[in-house]
């Protein structure tokens, strides 16, 4: 455990964050949409509270590496816990109306911090991903190569990384990425990995945003929109 004072802090302000995501959620499912919104922008702003505190200059010294060097304790727990706060935002921000786009920024600062030092995280990169093509800022024609790579590096690390493998979020990435891509059956058995690992009955909030981005798709005529249409509906019926 770090004995940078910066920890417990933040790890407050990240549990006040998950609280009032919970708090949200539930008062989405109730319908009270207006009231769940102030709770998740809320939430987003403890988050961004955290982030002053982990790039203090007195203990942040993360520019002084370059990408994919391995870090020393203190600075590789700044990493991670900026990996959680990016990441933990994006969640709380694509939850509020019309704001995919702070939502994939989000997501994007914390993908440039798993792809330099956190390379066995992908939740931001995966998501940068989706609500790239949630906000119609990309196509998939534009992100192919990313997804490809995605894929690939999720596949080795999976089968090769036992502790990872037993992550249930790693594998709902790779069927994410298999989904975009368009191989179904491939996509189906990561899914299938991910519903045992997590002990739900299926992945209903990952198709449930693949959805989404078939419509935005759809909506912007894009070349490869029927395909992913054709893969969603495949997958449901055979997850169902």
């Known amino acids: ?15 006040q964050a ?7 959620d539930a008062l989405q499912r109730a319908g ?3 009231k769940a919104i102030e709770e998740y922008r809320a939430g987003a702003r403890r988050l961004e509270e955290a982030l002053p505190i982990l790039k203090d200059k007195r203990w ?5 590496f370059s990408p994919g060097t391995t870090l020393p304790p203190d600075q590789l727990s700044i990493a991670k816990e900026l990996v959680e706060v990016w990441g933990s935002r994006g969640g709380l921000l694509r939850r509020i109306p019309h704001a995919e786009t702070a939502a994939l920024e989000s997501y994007n600062e914390g993908a440039e911090v798993e792809k ?5 995280s992908t939740y931001n990169r995966v998501n940068a991903v989706k609500y790239a093509l949630l906000s119609g800022q990309q196509t998939l024609e534009d992100l ?3 997804i490809d790579a995605l894929e690939k590096l999720l596949t080795e690390q999976l089968g090769e990384d036992q502790e990872l493998s037993d992550k249930a979020w790693a594998w709902a990435d790779l069927g994410d990425c298999r989904a975009l891509i368009g191989d179904v059956a491939a996509a ?4 299938r990995t991910f519903v045992d690992k997590a002990k739900s009955n299926a ?5 449930e945003v693949l959805g989404n981005i078939a419509a935005k798709l759809d909506e912007t005529h894009d070349p490869k929109a029927a395909a992913i249409r054709a893969s969603l509906n495949s997958l449901e019926q055979r997850l169902a």
């Open 1 to 15: 455990m770090t004995s940078i004072p910066w920890l417990e802090h933040v790890t407050g302000l990240e549990r």
């Open 18 to 24: 998950a609280l009032q995501r919970k708090r949200g």
């Open 32 to 34: 009270e949409t207006d």
């Open 60 to 64: 942040y010294r993360l520019d002084e």
């Open 116 to 120: 330099a030092f956190v390379p066995k």
């Open 144 to 146: 192919k190569g990313n």
């Open 188 to 191: 189906e058995r990561a899914y």
């Open 203 to 207: 992945p209903k909030a990952t198709l």
